[in-house]
């Protein structure tokens, strides 16, 4: 029973990344731009980097306003990066702010005391040790965020989807870029503070992948990378702690067995399109 409550928290709080992450990959995937999440990860932990230098706490709320505002200066530069004809593509300036941003972590966490430690919780979060204080403020939030995407959801599923019939309709592709990215940047910003900046890539872009190998439905591909992230959520807590490894990196390994294992059933038991 002990183990059971101890393990409770952890598990709900990876349901919950679960639950926004798979659906904001489908929008990353289809964009093409799939390190957009890691790059925006990567800027969130520079915020509370910055904030650490300061004397401030990682789970601080100073610490998170800290990580919220470079966020939302990213999402601000990520919306200015998306042209019609552009020759450079998005994910070059994407793959700029992420080594820029993960340098400059670098940098302020060697002047910070115990910078490594700070540097190993940056990357894969300690989600085993989640309150439910944060998983009830977590879930709030990205109810909130869920619910706004549902109301826009014709609208960014277009522009999504099929950005030439949008601006055909005159809808302005840059202030719902605008949207999409700072919705993205709260969500990001509140993960990272829980699971990490590897944890949080993970669950945006493996499930969503694993999906699109076997659907083809928006609606299809959000219900199966659902299903997949929970089902790993549950073996990935599982092992951490049966073998007594980091609960945020065994989870993102597997994940990749699980995409590995998808890729196989798709070679062995479906036909390429």
């Not at 070059?92 to 060697?110: E, P, R």
């Not at 599923?157 to 840059?174: D, F, S, V």
């Not at 998808?262 to 479906?270: E, L, M, S, T």
Request: charged letters at 10%; one cysteine or more.
């Amino acid at each position: 029973m002990d183990v059971l409550a101890f393990l409770l928290p952890p598990f709900v709080a990876s349901l919950v990344l679960t639950g926004i992450h798979a659906y904001l990959g489908l929008h990353v995937v289809e964009r093409g731009v799939i390190f957009v999440d890691l790059a925006m990860a990567q800027v969130a932990a520079l915020g509370a980097t910055v904030g650490i230098l300061f004397g401030l706490d990682w789970h601080s709320p100073s610490a998170y306003w800290w990580s919220l505002g470079f966020t939302l200066l990213a999402a601000l530069v990520l919306t200015g990066t998306r042209t019609k004809d552009s020759r450079i593509p998005q994910e070059a300036f994407i793959g700029i702010v992420y080594i820029v941003s993960a340098a400059l972590a670098i940098l302020i966490m060697s002047k910070a005391a115990q910078g490594t430690e700070h540097l190993r919780h940056m990357l894969v979060g300690n989600i085993l040790t989640v309150s439910w204080s944060e998983v009830g403020k977590t879930a709030l939030l990205y109810s909130v965020i869920g619910f706004l995407h549902w109301l826009f959801r014709k609208r960014l599923l277009l522009i999504t989807l099929k950005p030439e019939e949008a601006r055909a309709q005159n809808l302005n592709l840059r202030a719902w870029d605008l949207f999409f990215y700072v919705t993205f940047g709260f969500v990001v910003t509140s993960s990272v503070a829980i699971a990490g900046v590897l944890l949080v890539f993970s669950y945006l872009v493996i499930p969503a992948v694993c999906a699109m190998l076997f659907a083809e439905k928006t609606s299809s591909r959000l219900v199966l990378g659902w299903a997949l992230g929970t089902v790993v959520s549950v073996a990935g807590v599982g092992f951490s702690y049966l073998i007594d490894l980091p609960t945020g990196a065994t989870i993102v390994v597997t994940f990749g067995m699980c995409l590995v294992f998808c890729v196989g059933i798709k070679r062995a038991f479906f036909r390429s399109n």
